[in-house]
């Protein structure tokens, strides 16, 4: 998404241009020559990439054949690690234990971030850093009413909606839709009205949801997260990118994560933050409620939302907090910095190679 954003600017302001790489199905609309398509191998922890080992190795084969074949002026790296690099979208070294930064401050010319508090940790590591602001803010936003929505989909406008957001991995559905599932059973047991809905990420099986949900009363909606979060009275998000989304369309919302038993295990070891949640991450404190792995019960989830749906200081602190949280991801036009500060990078490198 953040690829083929940052792709559309660089082909509007230097239309000559080519850019070749790895990524998925916005950077191929964007005009990007796809090397490999890694939108597939998405996963969370070590045990579970090791199914994917072969393909990532064949693929990283290929792009290291065209980077020697065909040297770029500059590469981007975008939620990874001759030519100047410039990296957009850091890694959670600030959720890490362990050097990571100083691996970055070796092999990174430029580092182009998009949380706030990112930029201090690197800035006192030494590394060029510049915070570019968070390409979401320039990108979420509802594209109907409610009442459009509402028809679309045969709900009532006039009752409560509750979003479920299970993740956009197969895995993650798998761990975590099951238990969202039996929440909205109890939910709907103390406001029979409530209508449920599950928006489904882009890419993501819509067999697999319909296998999890069977005849429960719950709608499926496709290719319309935003507009189903935004008129939503909550909802119950898997941990990632779509907290902060639902954040920036206010709407109060539960965190909520499971993985496997060995993956958490090894993971209490190895992180250094005490929230996982992004939105409270950023905001350094509890904002949403956090239930993650035993904690992340249908009874707790269910009481955990119902609280949401009725407690009206509770669902004005968290819109205050959101606000707050928009202020500090910057004011958005983000792909046109990101490419003021590869133009500059790749003018002061030619400059020093004629120099």
């Not at 691996?103 to 706030?116: A, S």
């Not at 429960?216 to 009275?233: F, K, L, M």
């Not at 090894?266 to 949640?277: A, E, I, M, T, Y």
């Not at 606000?323 to 003018?347: C, K, P, T």
Request: proline share 5%; net charge positive; with cysteine.
């Amino acid at each position: 998404m953040y690829g083929g954003e940052v792709a559309h600017s660089l082909f509007s302001r230097f239309p000559d241009c080519q850019i070749y790489g790895l990524g998925g199905q916005h950077m191929r609309e964007a005009g990007v020559e796809m090397e490999g398509d890694i939108s597939h191998t998405a996963v969370v922890g070590p045990f579970e990439v090791i199914g994917y080992l072969g393909t990532l190795y064949g693929v990283f084969r290929r792009l290291a054949e065209r980077i020697e074949s065909e040297p770029p002026n500059a590469a981007i790296l975008i939620e990874d690690a001759g030519a100047p690099v410039i990296y957009y979208v850091s890694p959670q070294v600030w959720a890490w234990r362990g050097g990571r930064v100083n691996q970055i401050r070796r092999l990174v010319d430029k580092m182009l971030v998009i949380f706030p508090f990112e930029e201090e940790i690197y800035r006192k590591a030494g590394v060029d850093v510049e915070f570019v602001g968070h390409p979401l803010v320039d990108r979420v936003r509802a594209t109907k009413s409610k009442e459009e929505f509402c028809k679309t989909y045969k709900l009532d406008p006039r009752r409560s909606i509750v979003s479920l957001l299970p993740g956009s991995r197969r895995k993650e559905v798998r761990y975590i839709l099951p238990t969202l599932c039996k929440a909205a059973e109890r939910i709907a047991m103390q406001k029979p009205d409530t209508q449920f809905v599950i928006p489904i990420a882009p890419g993501l099986d819509r067999k697999l949801i319909e296998h999890i949900v069977q005849t429960r009363p719950i709608t499926i909606v496709s290719n319309e997260t935003y507009n189903a979060v935004r008129y939503s009275r909550a909802a119950i998000v898997a941990s990632g990118t779509a907290t902060l989304e639902t954040a920036l369309l206010g709407t109060p919302e539960v965190i909520v994560y499971r993985i496997s038993r060995a993956t958490w295990f090894l993971g209490k070891f190895l992180l250094k933050v005490r929230l996982f949640g992004i939105v409270n991450i950023i905001l350094g404190e509890e904002v949403v409620p956090e239930l993650f792995q035993d904690k992340m019960t249908a009874d707790q989830v269910s009481e955990t939302a119902l609280r949401l749906m009725d407690n009206v200081w509770i669902q004005s602190r968290i819109r205050g907090n959101y606000e707050r949280l928009r202020r500090q991801l910057g004011v958005g036009n983000v792909a046109e910095r990101v490419v003021d500060a590869v133009s500059s990078v790749i003018s002061s490198a030619q400059l020093q190679t004629r120099g």
